[in-house]
């Protein structure tokens, strides 16, 4: 079957749709199998959305880590309409689910590309990011790396990780590569982790 990080999911295509409801908002979305929680809305990327930070009118250009079939994009793109809302993927199933879910919604600041496909000169005010965990550590080292300085100066990122996934593990070393980091929310074996540049 592979796994959901895989570049071009072997799995047969199954669509279905899921709800998310928030408080402000609520959304249908088109998922696949061979994507990341492709059932259901994940708990994490839930909670990260009900609990993260409220929009902000200056931010222009906001980055989700790890977009799959768009939740967390489609979101910020309808709280931050001033917005350009990048989301990045490796796997090419979701990242069509994400464009087609932008505009079966009618959103178009949405920019939903593989890795490599953002400009080098795009800083960004803030990152969010359900990460993919299982990739491994090494992986998600670089891929944290590559995009985490990638913030403006007065920029922020916020990631949710499950505890027994190793959230406090990941917050350590985040501070041991110079981030700046504190716990915003513990909550269901889940932590949001707010990251700031040095």
């Known amino acids: 079957m592979g796994q959901y990080f895989q570049s071009d999911p072997t799995v047969a295509s199954r669509p279905q749709k899921v709800a998310l409801h928030l408080p402000d908002l609520s959304l249908e979305l088109q998922t696949d199998r061979g994507v990341f929680s492709a059932g259901q809305i994940d708990t994490g990327t839930k909670i990260l ?8 009118p200056a931010d222009r250009n906001l980055l989700d ?5 768009g939740p967390i994009t489609c979101v910020l793109a309808r709280r931050n ?31 939903a590309v593989a890795d490599g496909g953002i400009p080098d000169d795009i800083r960004f005010d803030r990152i969010w990011s359900n990460p993919p965990i299982r990739i491994g550590k090494p992986a998600l080292h670089t891929l944290l790396l590559t995009w985490l300085p990638r913030l403006q100066p007065e920029g922020s990122a916020h990631l ?39």
């Not at 959305?49 to 902000?56: S, V």
């Not at 880590?65 to 079939?69: A, F, L, S, V």
């Not at 499950?162 to 889940?190: I, M, N, P, T």
């Open 65 to 69: 880590i790890g977009t799959g079939y």
């Open 49 to 56: 959305l009900m609990e993260g930070p409220t929009p902000q």
């Open 160 to 198: 949710v990780v499950q505890k027994h996934l190793g959230a406090d593990s990941l917050h350590r070393w985040l501070e041991q590569q110079g981030f700046s980091v504190s716990r915003r929310l513990a909550r269901k074996a889940f932590r949001i982790l707010d990251v700031t540049l040095p």
């Open 81 to 111: 309409p001033q917005a350009t809302v990048w989301g990045i993927e490796t796997n090419q199933r979701a990242l069509e689910l994400c464009r087609s879910n932008a505009r079966a919604l009618g959103i178009n600041n949405i920019r």
